[in-house]
């Protein structure tokens, strides 16, 4: 039996070649034919839900360069990591609204860090209906994969995340599955309780390669399951029924050694997949900061590597899905000919 390519979902829309979660690496992504895209969320001061990576908001967008919010730099400890700079949850949306978007890596990416400052950012429901549309004007269906970023944190401030994102779904016709949505999290909590409002769609549970989710870690301290341990077989089995799949840093397949050799795929997608769970992988991307030590080449940092070596390796696991910053190169290594057929 031939096996059915994986998802080749657009990581951020296409941040190979323009600003993460602006409205530009979205549209791109979407004409190069990528199965889903996926937008992580953060809230507001006024409980908006805006589509950044991270809710420490300098390293994307030009904040640090308005004199008119120069006083709301701060220290604050997120997931138990002290950072310090400009959060999303310290401006309503209009305030938001009025930045623009910023290449994230100017020194990997300086083709994309010219399009700086030229777009604004995005709610969740922009990328939700943008997708729609697409979805309309192609003829195919075009799945969204909503990452809910330090659910824990936000609860701390006051904000229900499962909450607003449920109510958010609903209002956009994305809630009752009329077209693919895939949920994922870091913390499983919070998928479960997305899950209790009614929402259909998959839950998918993302697994660092180290450490622990900062939800069990909160509430369980050190007894706290770590990552790798909940991607071993006694780990995977007490996932069965609670959510749909998993979603690996790609180390966890390549299982690099200490040289920076892959001696993957590890057992870990097999495992799951045997259980009846998908497995999702991230990031696929083709410089050579980003690939493993014996896959990259020369011309430093920001020249692809060989990257197709890696993504072999990849897609001979029989991974489900994959995360891509280049939506062109990933439709075209992992897709093909059946690029375009839709989340599955």
């Known amino acids: ?69 120069a006083d709301r730099r701060t220290t604050k400890t997120v997931d138990g ?3 310090t700079g400009w959060f999303a949850e310290d401006f309503t949306w209009d305030e938001l609204s009025t ?37 309309l004007a192609q003829g195919r269906e075009i799945g969204v ?51 209790e409002h009614g929402v259909r769609g998959s839950y998918v549970y993302l697994l660092e390669a180290s450490g622990r989710p900062f939800d069990l870690l909160a509430a369980q301290g050190r007894a706290a399951r770590t990552y790798p341990q909940t991607a071993s077989p006694a780990g995977l089995d007490e996932l069965v029924g609670r959510v749909d799949g ?10 690099p050694d200490r040289l920076g050799h892959a001696t993957g795929p590890s057992r870990i997608p097999a495992d799951a997949q045997e259980r009846g769970l998908r497995v999702f992988t991230w990031t696929c991307r083709p410089e050579n900061r980003f690939l493993v030590g014996q896959f990259r080449g020369r011309g ?12 072999a390796l990849i897609r001979d696991a029989g991974v489900d899905g994959v995360f891509v910053d280049h939506a062109d190169l990933g439709v075209g290594f992992f897709a093909g000919a059946e690029a375009g057929s839709g989340i599955r």
């Open 99 to 135: 930045l623009r978007a910023v290449e994230r890596l100017p020194e990997i990416r300086p083709a994309s860090a010219t399009f700086d400052g030229q777009q604004p950012i995005l709610r969740l429901r922009d990328v939700l209906d943008l997708v729609r549309a697409a979805s």
């Open 145 to 195: 994969v909503v990452e809910i970023k330090h659910a824990t944190y936000f609860a701390g401030l006051g904000w229900d995340v499962a909450a607003l994102l449920a109510a958010e779904l609903r209002e956009a016709g994305w809630s009752a599955g009329e077209l693919p949505l895939v949920v994922e999290s870091f913390e499983s909590t919070v998928l479960a309780r997305v899950r």
């Open 300 to 311: 430093g940092p920001a020249a692809f590597g060989a990257y197709e070596a890696e993504w």
């Open 81 to 83: 990591e002290a950072l």
């Open 1 to 69: 039996m031939t096996r059915r390519p994986p998802l080749v979902i657009g990581h951020r829309g296409a941040p190979g070649y323009r600003p993460e979660h602006s409205r530009s690496s979205y549209d791109l992504a979407l004409e190069m034919g990528v199965d889903a895209v996926e937008p992580d969320i953060v809230v507001s001061r006024d409980g908006v839900l805006v589509v950044r990576h991270e809710n420490e908001i300098s390293g994307t967008t030009d904040v640090a360069t308005r004199p008119a919010f």
């Open 246 to 255: 998993i979603s690996v840093d790609k180390r966890m397949i390549l299982a």
